[in-house]
């Protein structure tokens, strides 16, 4: 008896062990993130990023490879050699061997550029540029990622508006068909004008249900962007509020963009490498000086005669002048310069898309302030309506279809606002972007 006791309290408590293990594990995966947190776990989780954070290791690593030229190649090499068969000669009626059957190498070698017409030079400048490149390219990326985060949290909290405008019309329409069912029980209006009520909360059902998996799709997708598992249940937290920020006028902002986008150091990097690669294509023209320099010990005799070791030391200076290669120098300088060429159409191109782009943002930053500028009161002067209403309906005083035309134009005001707001917020956001106002 005490034993079924001892076991029956024994399964109770794993069970709850159990319970309480698993509610803590729900538990720790249940999040709450603001836009800030958003930015600060995408830098740290995205995929995209944190492959272009490799990028910019590898160059790193081609650098260091490049500035390797500058310094001298040392090598060592040692051998064995052992003869089968060592052939014999006659001299003075005695047999001299030739050779030995076992020979032992050994031997040093150091090579070192002196001179190479620029080619290690401009190498290593290409390495540099190439370097830098990457690394811009990286905060291009960031930059990019950073106003995707923002764009993304910013839709999940208009998918969260929508869900709360069409539950809280769903629920209007819902009391307005109870009120419906009294008035018909009434006497006061017929089964028709009921059916239509009717009706009209199915299809708010249906909105609301489209709002609800909108906002789900929303939600996955942000979590993607940040790079976190997609079972997490993550709830996001902000403001979709209409909050006016001053920005740059619209010169300032121009002259800005010009001079800190990302795009543009690039090419100026770019122009850079060009330059550099016509002097590395230029270098073929010069000559080469190469210091090499080989000690080496050798014994014939076997490994413990220790006199029969010799030593020798040589040093060589070459110079080495190009005379003819078929006009292949030319034909690398040419395509060097072509490059060169080809660099600046794609500056003076990028320059005037970046003036296109910049005008566009500040036109839409305008348009969006004007537009939002009567939309809170416009929910306002609908919620009044449609209390007013109501009211009126409940007295017999107004139509279904005025309360219905109320309610209706209450849920477009407010989508409306949301959207306006929702529009401001990315029109500032794309602004801030297009004159590199977010590289700070």
């Known amino acids: 008896m005490n034993f079924n006791k001892y076991l029956i309290s024994l399964i109770i408590l794993v069970l709850v062990a159990g319970f309480v293990g698993s509610a803590g594990k729900v538990q720790a995966q249940q999040r709450s993130l603001s836009l800030d947190e958003c930015i600060k776990t995408a830098l740290a989780n995205n995929k995209q990023l944190l492959l272009f954070q490799e990028k910019t290791n590898n160059a790193r690593a081609k650098k260091i490879e490049a500035a390797g030229s500058y310094w001298p190649n040392i090598s060592a090499m040692g051998a064995y050699i052992y003869n089968h068969k060592i052939n014999m000669v006659n001299f003075a009626g005695t047999e001299l061997p030739l050779g030995a059957r076992d020979s032992y190498l050994g031997k040093l070698s150091l090579t070192q550029p002196l001179f190479m017409g620029g080619k290690i030079y401009q190498s290593n400048r290409q390495a540099d540029i190439g370097m830098q490149l990457v690394n811009w390219d990286y905060l291009k990326q960031r930059d990019d990622l950073l106003y995707q985060v923002k764009q993304s949290f910013y839709t999940v909290l208009l998918a969260q508006q929508m869900v709360r405008i069409n539950q809280e019309a769903y629920e209007v329409v819902a009391a307005h068909l109870k ?11 017929s089964n028709y004008d009921v059916s239509r009520v009717k009706v009209q909360l199915a299809n708010q059902k249906t909105s609301l249900i489209k709002a609800q998996n909108n906002l789900k799709i929303n939600v996955d997708a942000l979590i993607n962007i940040l790079g976190l598992e997609p079972a997490q249940e993550i709830e996001f937290v902000g403001q979709l509020d209409y909050v006016e920020k001053s920005v740059q006028d619209y010169e300032t902002g121009l002259n800005q963009a010009l001079g800190k986008r990302i795009e543009v150091r690039q090419l100026l990097l770019q122009e850079e490498a060009a330059n550099s690669l016509v002097l590395l294509a230029q270098s073929g023209h010069w000559p080469n000086l190469l210091l090499n320099s080989v000690a080496s010990r050798q014994n014939s005799s076997g490994f413990g005669a220790d006199l029969a070791w010799t030593n020798s030391w040589t040093t060589t200076v070459s110079l080495t002048i190009p ?4 006009f292949a120098t030319k034909a690398r300088i040419d395509q060097a310069k072509s490059q060169k060429e080809q660099v600046r159409l794609t500056k003076d191109q990028l320059i005037d898309s970046i003036k296109i782009e910049v005008k566009q943002a500040y036109f839409t930053l305008a348009q969006a302030k ?4 009567g939309q809170g009161e416009n929910v306002d002067t609908a919620k009044d309506n449609l209390r007013i209403a109501q009211e009126r309906y409940k007295l017999g005083l107004m139509s279904d279809i005025e309360v219905r035309d109320a309610e209706l134009t209450l849920t477009q005001a407010e989508i409306n606002y949301y959207q306006a707001t929702y529009e401001y917020i990315m029109a500032q956001a ?11």
């Open 179 to 189: 009120v419906s069912h009294a008035l018909y029980n009434e006497g006061k209006m």
């Open 323 to 326: 005379l003819f290669e078929g």
């Open 370 to 373: 004007d537009n939002i500028a």
């Open 430 to 440: 794309k602004v801030e972007k297009v004159i590199g106002e977010t590289l700070k």
